[in-house]
């Protein structure tokens, strides 16, 4: 596979402006795997086996994929984790999107994410934080 962007520095290509404002900070499954040189559906086989974290829009067909979650082309460790405590606590794709983009608030003008939690190799942090929003 080919190395991803980075996260920090993605710009999301093809989105329609509605998809980017929910969405900012995804890719597509096509983007993906032409970055990686593999078929789309592979991407979505690693989504439905919970290696990967997705979100769509009410109404959508296609699934956006958070540009944090991967490091030098690959899940970044501690995302297959992450999906799973999510999918044993009851939280679907789209409120696990929800929870890990939303600010933590831990401080005045925080705006710090669970997301930048999984940046910073923080799983078991992220894990407990999914399991008190179920």
Do not use: H, K
């Not at 974290?53 to 994929?65: E, F, L, M, T």
């Amino acid at each position: 596979m080919n190395s991803a962007p980075s996260s920090r520095s993605l710009v999301c290509v093809g989105v329609r402006a509605t998809e980017q404002d929910r969405f900012p900070d995804t890719l597509s499954a096509t983007w993906l795997a032409a970055r990686w040189g593999v078929d789309p559906a592979r991407i979505d086989a690693l989504r439905r086996a919970g290696e990967l974290i997705a979100v769509r829009a009410p109404g959508a067909s296609d699934w956006r994929y958070p540009a944090w979650q991967f490091e030098n082309g690959r899940p970044r460790a501690g995302v297959a984790r992450v999906v799973s405590a999510a999918r044993a606590a009851g939280v679907e794709d789209g409120r696990l999107y929800e929870v890990m983009t939303t600010p933590l608030g831990l401080g005045r003008g925080d705006r710090r994410r669970l997301s930048d939690l999984l940046l910073e190799d923080r799983v078991d942090e992220v894990v407990a934080a999914l399991r008190a929003a179920a």
